[in-house]
């Protein structure tokens, strides 16, 4: 079975650091492109960026180019989402997302449960 | 970028009755690739079609997709209590992929 394991939430301050993960199980986490989400405190959903775990190659929303960084390490089987400098408009749920790969049907098939991201001082 | 643009905001609906969602594009959108996501209060989104017209692995048939081009609209036929909830569009045809800003379903 599919599963995506995101860690818990975070309570964090305004200029702080932050790295939020993704453990994939119940398949080769190599072969499939890993998604990030943003949804905002009553709002809808925002594609981040994506990353393929087998080489790393990742693309990123130009929204959020330069704003975070997403990575995997391919030997835990985890994806990560990380800030160098946490801001209160980044106080969001982040969701993870696989990408089925399947025939170049490439909609998010699986998802994490969701890491809620607070920012206040 | 692709924008996606869905109405209405707010459909409300009794139960049994047919709820027609629509999503419209900004720009073509390459192959029909364009997904449809059911999500509830405290939940993560759940794929409902994909491709415009295929749905997801155990989505009942209620559920159907249709729509090419710029038009894709989502349709439940006989709304069942579980159905009330927020709809998403998005397309994954260029990037940056994009979301549309979500259809809720309500009680009426």
């Known amino acids: 079975e599919v599963q995506l394991e995101q860690s818990g939430a975070e309570v964090k301050k305004p200029g702080e650091s932050l790295k939020i993960s993704c453990k994939a199980s119940?398949?080769?986490?190599?072969?499939?492109?890993i998604a990030w989400v943003r949804q905002m405190p009553g709002k809808g959903l925002e594609w981040m960026g994506i990353i393929y775990p087998g080489d790393s190659d990742t693309k990123y929303s130009p929204s959020f180019q330069g704003q975070v960084t997403i990575s995997a390490d391919k030997s835990i089987s985890t994806a990560y989402l990380q800030w160098s400098s946490l801001k209160a408009s980044d106080t969001a749920m982040y969701y993870c997302a696989r990408r089925n790969d399947v025939w170049g049907s490439f909609y998010l098939d699986y998802w994490g449960q969701g890491t809620l991201v607070t920012v206040s001082s | 970028e692709i924008v996606l643009t869905q109405s209405p905001g707010t459909l409300s609906l009794s139960p049994g009755e047919r709820a027609t969602l629509s999503c419209r594009a900004s720009q073509t959108v390459t192959d029909r690739h364009v997904a449809w996501y059911q999500q509830k209060p405290g939940q993560a989104p759940r794929p409902l079609i994909y491709?415009?017209?295929k749905r997801a692995t155990g989505i009942p048939d209620r559920f159907s997709g249709s729509g090419s081009g710029t038009d894709f609209t989502l349709t439940i036929t006989r709304l069942e209590p579980e159905d009330f909830a927020v709809y998403y569009c998005q397309q994954y045809g260029s990037s940056p992929w994009t979301f549309g800003h979500g259809t809720t379903v309500e009680i009426k």
């Open positions: 491709d415009a017209s």
């Open positions: 119940g398949y080769s986490f190599s072969t499939n492109w």
